[in-house]
């Protein structure tokens, strides 16, 4: 009976110690994939930098804003699709942002296959981000308006614009989505900034 028990409780503490270690391996594997992923997002993230910083400095954008942008519309994927049919890194709509640029522009609408060139969907994309921000330049929440025009259109931003310019109207915004997408893109936004300040 001893004897038994003794086993029992060795094939016990054998069977725990192959699940600890079989936890510690799982663990590994998760931070090693979660470390590669980081990774390959800022690889992504630097790819496009010379056309944002070119498209930014042409429309009077801050390039962290609107990579902040790309980066929540795309995740910098250049073939990136949108349910409502937008197009590419910053999602751009052809009956929407692709056709405004177009009239002021003075060009006739290109097919819709060009619009994920990257160069021309940021170059549409920060037209418009640009046009935004100068709607509400008088306003404290200036990138906070502009980004709910560009998220859930001008129509939108302008029925919940605050009261006053030095107001805070974050909570006027009556999408949830749009809430969350503008909380993400101010976060991301300032850790571009803060990385660009640093020291190389």
Known sequence: MAQTVIQAFQVKRRLFRT???LIVILAAVLAG???LYKKLQESKAGLYDEIIYGAASKYCVDP???KAVIWKESAFDRNAAGGKGE???MQIKPDGAVTDWANSHGVPMLSRGVFSDPALNIEIGAWYLSKELRKWSSYKDVERLALCGYNAG???AEKWKPASVDADFKNNIKFRSTRIYV???IKKCEEYR???KEPR
Do not use: E, Y
Request: a positive charge; proline letters at 5%; charged letters at 20%.
């Open 87 to 89: 197009i590419g890194l």
């Open 194 to 196: 803060k990385k660009r």
């Open 64 to 66: 962290c804003l609107l």
């Open 19 to 21: 699940i600890v270690l």
């Open 183 to 185: 909380d993400a893109i």
């Open 33 to 35: 994939s979660w470390f």
């Open 154 to 156: 001008p129509g939108n």
